[in-house]
T-cell receptor, first 113, second 109 residues
Framework: DTAVSQTPKYLVTQMGNDKSIKCEQN?????MYWYKQDSKKFLKIMFS???????INETVPNRFSPKSPDKAHLNLHINSLELGDSAVYFC????????????FGEGSRLTVL | RKEVEQDPGPFNVPEGATVAFNCTYS??????FFWYRQDCRKEPKLLMS???SGNEDGRFTAQLNRASQYISLLIRDSKLSDSATYLC??????????FGTGTRLLVSP
């Protein structure tokens, strides 16, 4: 039973389109995250939510809009996709906000053509 | 200066070798430290936390030097299955974990 699951795993789309990635965790964790891993393998935090409340927003373009309907779900919507958005997007969760162990989903590989 | 810096490698070692990775961090207020492992095209997974007194888990030993702001990971008796990217991770005191770019290890027969 997957602890942190995200869909879709692969996404190929044209510039200018809008797309969403969904994430769900069944670990009972309070905090969820979106990380972006670019072609140079650099993993950078984008957003963090604790009990549906946004606590970290790392200078991400406002084309990216996270939504947390409940503490087990954190979705990421991206408007007007650009070539530079091509990356692997990882969802993660943790028990608290103190930066303890992160549990990652398998990643969603986004390719913008 | 990057918040967390690592030598990207790759480190090419034969099976059975001992290999060490270092990582430096810039924020002296950083509170907790970890090593994660990421296999090719997979998600990162926690390898071990790093405690002030140093800690060991089987063939893996992690050390923290707060004065010099670096952490290290030592792998003894390398196995083929140790081939992966090792990510140094630091809690920078603002409730977020900052990842290094990773050090790639290749263990060959």
């Amino acid at each position: 039973d997957t602890a942190v699951s995200q869909t879709p795993k692969y996404l190929v789309t044209q510039m200018g389109n809008d797309k969403s990635i969904k994430c769900e965790q069944n670990l009972g964790h309070d905090t969820m995250y979106w990380y972006k891993q670019d072609s140079k393998k650099f993993l950078k935090i984008m957003f963090s939510y604790n009990n549906k409340e946004l606590i970290i927003n790392e200078t991400v373009p406002n084309r990216f809009s996270p939504k947390s309907p409940d503490k087990a779900h954190l979705n990421l919507h991206i408007n007007s996709l650009e070539l530079g958005d091509s990356a692997v997007y990882f969802c993660a969760s943790s028990l608290g906000t103190a930066g303890g162990e992160l549990f990652f989903g398998e990643g969603s590989r986004l390719t913008v053509l | 200066r990057k918040e967390v810096e690592q030598d990207p490698g790759p480190f090419n070692v034969p099976e059975g070798a001992t290999v060490a990775f270092n990582c430096t961090y810039s924020n002296s207020a950083s509170q907790s430290f970890f090593w994660y492992r990421q296999d090719c095209r997979k998600e990162p997974k926690l390898l071990m936390s790093v405690y002030s007194s140093g800690n060991e888990d089987g063939r893996f030993t992690a050390q923290l030097n707060r004065a010099s702001q670096y952490i290290s990971l030592l792998i003894r008796d390398s196995k083929l299955s140790d081939s992966a990217t090792y990510l140094c991770v630091v809690n920078n005191g603002f409730q977020k974990l900052v990842f290094g770019t990773g050090t790639r290890l290749l263990v060959s027969p």
